[in-house]
């Protein structure tokens, strides 16, 4: 008799309200009427001059760029997405508002900022109602590494104890395909949900998924041939980075000034600490910081601790809020580094990483950031243990480098900003 599986969210409902054309359909039309009836009346639409045509386009923008961005972003671990619907959707619309801006066009600011009020409301609202639809229901295969798994508060994870799903729907089944005891019936059940069209993973790809790490101690050659970063994304960043320095620039020379004079008060010495790191393609260069350390101290390249006695009163407090990372905008300007990318190391720890540390390397087939995935997720880390682990981060940010992947970085960095997380 032939087992008949089906997948979770294979129901019209399900597909419709979980699908980014439901956004489109329902949820454009009303963050656009619901402002614009507010403000012009019932027939809007009949008369539709530049100032009403340019806000309606730009609300229609915005909000379209804030359900893809949001979309993506929840796909990368640890994405709490609630927490990043504000600055998104406030940063679409600011953008939207700049473009008018420098175009000189003309628009309503209570018909834009009433559709940015709504697109707030509506997806905090798909936040709340969908959310237990949004977390991952996984099958567990028992043979193998299956068991070694953990769930998370995204994704739920339950071990079969027989080859039947038993009526639950799942939206994919996890097995270890490489495991030597997998028996011929388990084969047969992974061959009977394909054909039900729920998903298969390799144990490793959902690994991955959950700890947002990619494991160094076994690389395939398909796997390296994954972790060759896009070309054309690499350019495009590389022309952002180099922009938005030179936007950012003004607004924060007259704060490095003033960091830079209270350092010199606080302590004997130049402001600024300049230090050999290894950067893209393995070409090393100095990195510029703000000196957080008292000057002439002897000791190692790293930070032993929070406490390490080499460390200023000023200096704890810059390094906390990463203040001291500043001046690596020039970095950014020449090309050395980005904003966003594995964090550069110096040269004598690079040497020593080599030694011990599988691939290190590779880690450099990316411009070294200011800020990266391994440090909005580990935070510091620096020694082989933690750089092992550390490692791994960067090595799932060059594997899934992309814009969704930066925004989402950017935004957990501005968190840390705040927190302090992962400081030493």
Not at 73 to 80: D, H
Not at 199 to 221: F, T
Not at 303 to 310: A, G, N
């Amino acid at each position: 008799m032939k087992r008949e599986y089906e997948r979770r969210h294979s129901r019209w409902y399900e597909v419709l309200l979980l699908g980014l054309g439901f956004h489109l359909v329902v949820g454009l039309p009303l963050v656009v009427m619901v402002p614009s009836l507010e403000r012009w009346g019932w027939e809007f639409w009949h008369h539709l001059p530049d100032v009403r045509t340019n806000t309606i386009i730009a609300i229609s923008l915005a909000f379209v760029a804030s359900a893809l961005t949001l979309r993506r972003m929840a796909r990368f671990p640890g994405a709490q997405l609630a927490a990043y619907i504000m600055p998104t959707v406030s940063i679409t619309f600011l953008i939207a508002v700049a473009m008018l801006f420098f175009t000189r066009e003309g628009y309503t600011r209570q018909v834009l900022f009433g559709g940015y009020l709504v697109s707030l409301a509506w997806f905090f609202m798909g936040y709340f109602i969908g959310r237990r639809y949004r977390k991952l229901k996984l099958a567990l295969v028992p043979f193998g590494d299956t068991k070694r798994l953990l769930g998370t508060r995204q994704v739920d994870l339950r071990m079969l104890d027989s080859t039947d799903l038993e009526g639950v729907r799942y939206d994919g089944v996890v097995a270890d395909l490489r495991a030597q005891d997998l028996p011929a019936e388990w084969e047969k059940f992974l061959a009977t949900c394909t054909l039900c069209h729920i998903p298969v993973y390799h144990i490793r790809q959902i690994s991955e998924s959950i700890s947002g790490r990619v494991r160094i101690d076994r690389l395939s050659e398909n796997e390296f041939g994954s972790l060759l970063p896009p070309l054309f994304y690499i350019g495009f960043k590389r022309v952002v980075d180099f922009f938005a320095a030179l936007l950012l620039l003004p607004l924060l020379l007259p704060l490095m000034a003033i960091v830079a004079v209270v350092i010199k008060l606080d302590s004997k010495g130049p402001s600024l600490f300049l230090q050999p790191r290894m950067g893209y393609r393995q070409r090393p260069f100095l990195m510029y910081k703000f000196r957080s350390m008292y000057h002439d101290m002897s000791g190692e390249d790293f930070t032993i601790s929070e406490d390490d006695p080499r460390i200023t009163r000023v200096g704890g407090w810059i390094r906390k809020y990463r203040i001291d990372e500043l001046p690596q905008i020039f970095n950014v300007l020449k090309g050395q580094m980005s904003f966003i990318g594995p964090r550069p190391e110096s040269a004598s720890l690079s040497e020593w990483y080599e030694e011990d540390v599988p691939f290190f390397s590779y880690r450099h087939v990316v411009r070294p950031g200011i800020t990266g995935w391994a440090q909005v997720e580990q935070g510091y880390a620096a020694e082989v243990r933690g750089m092992s682990k550390k490692l791994q981060y960067d090595f799932y940010y060059i594997k899934h480098i992309s814009l969704w992947l930066d925004v989402l970085i950017s935004l957990k960095t501005v968190r840390i900003l705040f927190t302090g997380f992962g400081a030493r």
